[in-house]
């Protein structure tokens, strides 16, 4: 948490700089300290301490939306999700694995009603989807996904992982690899097995990372 809160202080300092030698904006670049007062760097490389003015306003508002965006693609943090996603047809399966961010791993279940582990492959994702919400968890019904000829009823329950649209992992039959009885915490070794979820403890420094980002742009109010 100190390395975050060490990038965010560096990151505005570095942006505020680089504004004021800039000619993009007309008033001298600044960062709230306290909610009332102002650290200014000026162009001539002193700093001082000053209350919020109004003509300060605009300046603030628009530099919050450019530094704020910027920083979080910094860090990578990604978009997070709820759930996992119900996919009604092959365009959907396209979609989700094409354009979803660069730094979101995408599980795609492949399955089929009636086929024997596809519904409690199901409930097992719907679990990691609360463990992952950084992971995107996706299953979508073999016959719906235009492909049924490649995923047969032999192969189901199948699992694709990807990330920026790259294939990392392709289990056919995946079940084969777990108990005749399995739960979320045997599915969650399986894929970690190969590497292919984040590791939690990244993910909670990413998630206090995020909530200290956002406690910074409460306090920069316009």
């Known amino acids: 948490m100190i390395l975050v809160a060490t990038f965010i202080r560096s990151f505005f300092k570095k942006k505020l700089q680089g504004l004021i030698a800039s000619t993009q904006v007309s008033c001298r ?53 709820e759930g996992v996603y119900d996919l009604d047809s092959g365009e959907a399966f396209l979609e989700v694995i094409e354009k979803e961010h660069h730094s979101t791993v995408v599980v795609v279940h492949i399955y089929k009603n009636g086929i024997k582990g596809c519904e409690a492959l199901n409930s097992c994702l719907d679990c990691l989807a609360t463990e992952y919400p950084t992971v995107k968890f996706c299953r979508i019904d073999a016959v719906a996904s235009g492909a049924a000829e490649r995923f047969s009823d032999e192969y189901l329950p199948t699992l694709l992982v990807y990330k920026a649209g790259e294939l990392l992992g392709n289990f056919l039959a995946c079940t084969q690899h777990l108990n005749e009885e399995f739960f979320a915490t045997d599915v969650e070794a399986f894929l970690n097995s190969y590497g292919l979820l984040p590791e939690k403890e990244l993910l909670s420094v990413a998630n206090r990372g995020s909530c200290f980002i956002c406690h910074i742009v409460n306090e920069i109010k316009i």
Do not use: A, W
Request: charge should be positive.
């Open 29 to 81: 670049s600044v960062i709230l300290l306290d909610g009332i007062n102002l650290i200014k760097y000026h162009r001539s490389g002193s700093v001082t301490y000053e209350l919020l003015k109004e003509e300060d306003e605009g300046c603030l508002k628009n530099y919050r939306k450019r530094c704020m965006q910027e920083m979080h693609d910094k860090l990578s943090f990604g978009p997070k999700f």
